[in-house]
């Protein structure tokens, strides 16, 4: 007894070991984004005559050597405070406030020069724009293809089931031409109609939607609620959940899509920030500290509305998949 | 009003209907789909069928030629073609099995854990799938450089010289593959969460009191009712795989060379540096029958190899 016990506790550690490793792997690459763009890139060393760099250095600096070395100045500074040595204590000061500018600069550069507050927005715009239109339009179409008879239904459905195997790649070309066509060619409008187009939801809406009971709509028809009050008022509160799911898949991918928005925007401008991101390491390819700054900031927004939501992202995920 | 006749339409009906007076009488339920079917008609069923046509034609500013199967004969007699196939099939290939597997393993033993060790962990893995690709490609590229990279310090502990990771051609494909082997599988991870949530646990009580062991139950248990989700995940992962692309552009732009060159890149190339439509079109086609043809297969493999 006492030594199966003991096995357990061994298996245990050994779980945790094994997982504390692989998450350790899994996370190492955000860290580093965080850690290279917080680095210090043009430290003033007191023994070196020239300013040093800790992002371009081997071996590389594992967290950013601001922090320490803002604290020994802080520490001296209270020293010669201490000693009433007001020059050297200025003189700390001053470093400390270098180090504080240097440590973010890559995130000053990018708002003062490269317009990255732009690209913020244009994203933030389009995923905004795109989920809110996805949300209203797959939850109708989800609603009466779950719901309703109708002729032409099943079609409908399976038409539409069918082009979700379809790659988006063999589009591209079509919708270009279609976009030029339109003229809408480097417009936020050639991100977001095709965005509104994506299929998934529909399928998400109706699985979702099966499960409100018949006679809920019933009730609803006979107090003389109109199609749309019933939908308003009935189908879309129970549907909440699914519809948040739907809601941050949908602005996920949007956020993050690339393939299609490098194609479409030439206008610096209208970038998103993938596409921003992407002009911005073809134009520094050297300057990494600047680029991992670049990447933090897209990256920050994601992770908050994975944190916040995570609940939701669980349920999405399994919605699509899990069930049968 | 009547309310109550509207709800009992079944009663009087004997001869079929018009359309008409069906469309008319359906209309909210139309209605209500309208917005949806425009812009899946415009958006998307349009440009399939149109890149079906695309493929068959010559592509020219003033008016397209019909080119019969021109565009698929350049497709499959061009060297650049069977090297991008090749680059996406070995990508495929080796991480499919690797991610699914590692899901698989990272899940069960996430599994067993404690409710804040379990939203911990899974936090932990799910969390890159959330951030870009091209973030993670930016910073993978910066963990791989040659003289400041991460990896090549980690390797010089165990005295291996450097290694330009991405800037040969013996190793940049590699390099992608081992990128993509430990960025975690999050999706796979929260999956199969869910699906051991759901079995059934009188199933594992049987097994102990026959005298199974932690390992014989995972694999007579587990393994098994697992299969539906596993199918998925290849599928899901086999897809996304083959239309590898962001990492391309981001790390090596196809090189060093056509090393690291993959179809949906191959396309990009055709399609908006050479502004070569119809060949563009014909290679998508090829890649939509290639995913296609991948799926059925898995989807039998994997359904009815019991």
Redesign the interface.
Known sequence: MQNSRSIQKLNKTIIYLLLGVFSIVSLLPLYWVFSTSMQLSKYQDEELERPVSYVDSNPPKMYPMGIPEYFEHWGKAREADKNGDTKEEAYHREVMDNIVSDTFSGFTTLFQKNNIGRWFLNSAYIAVVVTIGILLIDSMAGYVLAKKQFPGRNIIFWAIIATMMIPGQVTLVPLFMMVKNLGIMDTHWALIFPDLAMVFGVFLMRQFMYSIPDELLDAAKIDGASEWKTYWKIVLPLARPGLAALGIFTFMSVWNSFLWPIIVLNDANLYTLPVGLKSLQDANLASFKLLMSGAAIAAVPMIIVFIMFQRHFIKGLTLGGVKE | ?K??Q??SNSVVIERKPS?LS?IKK?L???L??L???I??I???????V??FI?SFQEYKIFGSEWAGFDNYIKVFQSEAFYIALKNTFLFTVVTVPFNVVSALI?AS??Y??GKL?Q?F????????T???????A???R??Y?T????FN?IL?WFGVDSINWLGQSSSALWALIIMQC???FG?GI??YL??MG?ISESLYEAATIDGANGIQKWIHITLPLLK??TL??VL?ST?GS??V??QI??MTGGGPGSATETL?HL??KT??RDFE?GL??AQ??V??FI??LF?VIQFRVLKYDE
Do not use: E, H
């Open positions: 009003m309310p109550v509207q709800t359309i069906q359906n909210p339920a139309y209500f789909l917005p949806k079917l812009l899946f415009a958006f998307i069923a349009i440009p399939v149109w890149a695309l990272i033993l996430i067993p854990l060790s939203s962990f899974r936090a932990a893995f799910y969390l890159p959330v951030t870009s690709m091209v973030i993670v930016m910073v993978w910066w963990m450089n003289d400041f990279g991460i310090y010089g430990l960025i975690p999706v929260i999956l869910a699906s759901s539906p989700s998925y995940l899901l897809i083959f239309q692309f962001t552009i981001m949906v396309i990009y399609g908006f439509f563009a079109a998508s086609v890649l939509f995913i296609l799926s």
